[in-house]
């Protein structure tokens, strides 16, 4: 999981959070794969240890292209950290190493009622990952439908459906060639051994 601030914020536990920060831990580090404690405690809906690390000065904002507590609580559907981190002030948009935003990951989930909350946020619905797609077409690849009217306009999204590639033929099976004379002498040998 990371540090000991970490381990005890994946847990929720705040005496042994609280153990850490007093013995100096650094309550923004940020692990080697990009993840802080503030992000752990969202991702497992501990609420009371993201208002404990909050009330400690932890940034609700994750550096640039790192996983943010606004993408994981999303992602984990925990819609009142969601709301508790828009209400203190979380960068809607924040970009994860995909480019991926908080948006991005309560379409992805399915999050009906997040995904709603941060578009009336002013979340951004034409963010684009790394891969040039925006929610929209998040919805889409995963069939979130209703979810899809949240974050496009009606025609935006009939429009996207129908544009929606069609599946190209499977190519033909391969065919089978004679083996060369060498290796058909050689399989005759191997039977009669």
Do not use: C
Not at 60 to 88: E, N, S
Not at 126 to 152: H, M, Q
Not at 154 to 167: H, Y
């Amino acid at each position: 999981v990371g540090t000991g601030l970490m381990i005890g914020a994946w847990d929720g536990n705040i005496p042994l959070m609280q153990l850490f920060v007093e013995r100096g831990a650094n309550i923004d580090h940020v692990s080697r794969i990009g993840e802080q404690a503030i992000a752990l405690a969202a991702w497992r809906g501990k609420r009371k240890a993201v208002e404990w690390l909050i009330e400690r000065g932890a940034s609700v904002d994750p550096p640039d292209k790192t996983w943010g507590a606004l993408h994981y609580a999303a992602f984990a559907g925990h819609r009142d950290i969601v709301d508790l981190l828009i209400a203190r002030g979380a960068k809607l948009d924040a970009r994860a190493p995909n480019l991926a935003t908080p948006l991005m990951m309560a379409v992805r989930e399915g999050h009906e009622s997040i995904a709603r909350n941060l578009v009336a946020a002013g979340a951004s619905t034409s963010a684009v990952s790394d891969r040039g797609e925006n929610a929209l077409a998040w919805a889409l690849r995963y069939n979130r439908l209703k979810i899809a009217t949240l974050v496009a306009p009606p025609e935006n999204v009939a429009e996207a459906v129908s544009a929606a590639p069609v599946a190209a033929p499977p190519p033909p099976p391969p065919v089978s060639v004679p083996a060369p004379p060498e290796v058909g002498e050689l399989l005759r040998k191997l039977r009669q051994a």
